[in-house]
């Protein structure tokens, strides 16, 4: 149980262009998930939290209108990077809090895979 | 000071040893606490979470907290060249659902 999938594993594009990522719950609903960047040899910065049916909380210096969150269902939230430049190049890695109760009762978050993203 | 801290290592072990990773926090209040395996370039993986001051364990794996020092810890039993990989320790604070990462501590187990 507990599984989060990422689309797309990796991407590069031009800079300028538009990107989305795309991150899902499998087997569980996840009324909230976050969004993390992660540079090489650093750890986990978390940049916004997705709530579903809400907007998404940003973290300070994150910038809302650059990296747009949608969390339209409660298995689906996606990150739009616009206007990609070269130095949003990143690790972005989407995690999905489990609620509810028994094993999985202490809201603890699950992780996707990761989408690594290049912007020539 | 930062709210979670680790020592970023590298941490060498031989195979078959105990490795001992350490986390302290700065956040008297925190209640929930996790640790996370990160291979290179791949996403976290949660491995243990642990709540209650004590040990907690599962298979190889020990968590230990101790909320009057702000300190928790994970042992890994028998260490295999396939834990090795950074560590992870992040806290739930206050009554959000953030978790605060430390900067993770790479373990390499030596054949």
């Known amino acids: 149980g507990a599984v989060v999938s990422q689309h797309p594993s990796w991407v590069i594009c031009k800079s300028g262009t538009s990107v989305k990522i795309e991150c899902r719950s499998l087997d569980f609903q996840a009324t909230t998930m976050f969004w993390y960047r992660q540079f090489p040899k650093q750890s986990l910065m978390l940049m916004a939290t997705?709530?579903?049916?809400?907007?998404?909380?940003?973290e300070q210096g994150v910038e809302k209108d650059k990296f747009l969150i949608n969390h339209a269902s409660l298995t689906l939230s996606t990150l739009t990077v616009t206007s990609a430049h070269p130095e949003d190049s990143s690790f972005y890695i989407c995690?999905?809090?489990?609620?509810?109760?028994?094993?999985?009762?202490?809201?603890?978050?699950?992780f996707g895979p990761g989408t690594r993203l290049t912007v020539l | 000071q930062k709210e979670v801290e680790q020592n970023s290592g590298p941490l060498s072990v031989p195979e078959g040893a105990i490795a001992s990773l350490n986390c302290t926090y700065s956040d008297r209040g925190s209640q929930s606490f996790f640790w996370y395996r990160q291979y290179s370039g791949k996403s976290p993986e949660l491995i243990m979470s642990i709540y209650s001051n004590g040990d907690k364990e599962d298979g190889r794996f020990t968590a230990q907290l101790n909320k009057a020092s702000q300190y928790v810890s994970l042992l890994i039993r028998d260490s295999q060249p396939s834990d090795s990989a950074t560590y992870l320790c992040?806290?739930?604070?206050?009554?959000?659902?953030?978790?605060?990462f430390g900067t993770g501590t790479q373990l390499k187990v030596e054949l």
């Open positions: 997705s709530n579903e049916g809400s907007k998404a909380t940003y």
């Open positions: 995690s999905a809090r489990t609620t509810g109760q028994g094993a999985n009762s202490y809201n603890e978050q699950f």
């Open positions: 992040a806290v739930k604070t206050g009554g959000g659902n953030k978790l605060t």
